[in-house]
């Protein structure tokens, strides 16, 4: 059975604090990884990760990948408070049916 | 154990035809969702139904309706389907509001000839 995830589930941290959150991922024929932004509303797309070792940054947030040891991680430095919010994993398969595995999420509480 | 099962993973149907997505979550949420992912991956949050009440419906054609027969259960149904209708669509639930978190099925893939 396919599986997605996260860790840890909830965070809390302080402004201006780094953080990293975990993504592994048990799935058969992978495609790509992608992670999500929910806060208010419908999650906000973030990163689509295919390839191992290539960083991908926008602003602040920064993802990798890592097929060998089947695991994602997403950082975020200097964190404000406009960055809480759960953060969710999701596996993309490589099959027509076009499947994809989301993980639990992350919850990121970031306080002033 | 499925926790959010979406009914069927695939189809594959010509223009102009109805079709429905079952939708059913065994969590005991009170909410549940339904998105469509464009190309680019983003979610696109189309409808929201609270306890088989309608409380989110974005800006979507007339030609898709949900319908919520009970709190498990959220299907959608299109008509007169079109080209630009091909995505996958998801399906989720939630405890209580949106911001709670979600739980995604595992999508479906419209294909429309």
């Known amino acids: 059975e396919d599986k997605v995830v996260q860790s840890p589930l909830s965070l809390v941290v302080h402004e201006g604090d780094t953080v990293t959150l975990n993504c592994s991922y048990e799935?058969?024929?992978?495609?790509?990884l992608l992670w999500y932004k929910q806060e208010k509303k419908a999650p906000t797309f973030l990163f689509m990760l295919?390839?191992?070792?290539i960083e991908k940054k926008s602003g602040r947030l920064s993802s990798i990948l890592d097929k060998k040891e089947l695991f994602s991680i997403l950082n975020i430095t200097a964190t404000q408070t406009g960055d809480s919010a759960i953060y969710l994993c999701?596996?993309?398969?490589?099959?027509?049916?076009?499947?994809?595995?989301f993980g639990d999420g992350t919850t990121l509480t970031v306080k002033p | 154990d499925t926790a959010v099962s979406q009914t069927p993973k695939y189809l594959v149907t010509q223009m102009g035809n109805d079709k429905s997505i079952k939708c059913e979550q065994n969590?005991?949420?009170?909410?549940m969702y339904w998105y469509k992912q464009d190309s680019k991956k983003f979610l696109k949050i189309m409808f929201s139904?609270?306890?088989?009440?309608?409380?989110i419906n974005e800006t979507v054609p007339n030609r898709f309706s949900p319908k919520s027969p009970d709190k498990a259960h959220l299907n959608l149904h299109i008509n007169s389907l079109e080209l630009g209708d091909s995505a996958v669509y998801f399906c989720?639930?939630?405890?209580?509001?949106?911001?709670?978190?979600?739980?995604f099925g595992p999508g479906t893939r419209l294909l429309v000839l």
């Open positions: 989720a639930s939630s405890q209580a509001g949106i911001q709670e978190t979600q739980y």
């Open positions: 999701a596996v993309e398969l490589n099959t027509n049916a076009g499947k994809s595995t």
């Open positions: 295919t390839s191992s070792g």
């Open positions: 969590l005991g949420h009170d909410t």
């Open positions: 799935v058969t024929n992978f495609r790509s």
């Open positions: 139904y609270n306890n088989k009440e309608l409380i």
